[in-house]
């Protein structure tokens, strides 16, 4: 079976912009991903009011930069390819990491951001169910 190539297109720019939100504002995509700043964490177990801007970025953050712009240029290497079963592989493989995305927030995102854990693991549905439809499930 043929697929549209928008889609595979559309994830893999959109792993591509976290990539790069990483590499170049990482206090920034703390935020989008729901962990709050090292330094943050500590002062809100030791009683310290944290602002916003408190605290700084740890290096993981561009570790899991580079992770999602390989994402991203996976997506669209495969979709230029035509490998439309790779593509399907590949995503079904991906939703290990929404799962897991999901619960290091909800562990360790404390009690502002661990909402932000369900934003992951909805993704990891939508995805999840994405793949099955490609996979011929349903």
Not at 55 to 60: E, I, N, Q, V, Y
Not at 62 to 67: H, I, Q, Y
């Amino acid at each position: 079976m043929s697929f549209s190539p928008i889609p595979s297109y559309v994830i893999g720019t959109m792993f591509l912009g976290i990539g790069v939100l990483s590499l170049v504002a990482p206090e920034a995509d703390y935020a989008v991903f729901g962990l709050p700043l090292e330094g943050q964490a500590k002062a809100k177990t030791d009683g310290a009011a944290a602002s916003s801007t408190t605290g700084t970025a740890s290096p993981m953050v561009l570790a899991k930069g580079a992770r999602d712009l390989a994402f991203g240029l996976t997506y669209v290497a495969l979709q230029y390819r035509g490998l439309d079963e790779a593509i399907t592989v590949f995503s079904a493989v991906l939703c290990i990491v929404a799962l897991s995305d999901g619960a290091i927030v909800w562990q360790y995102g404390g009690p502002a951001l661990k909402s932000k854990a369900w934003s992951h693991w909805g993704g990891l549905v939508a995805f999840a169910a994405w793949v099955a439809w490609r996979a011929g499930l349903f």
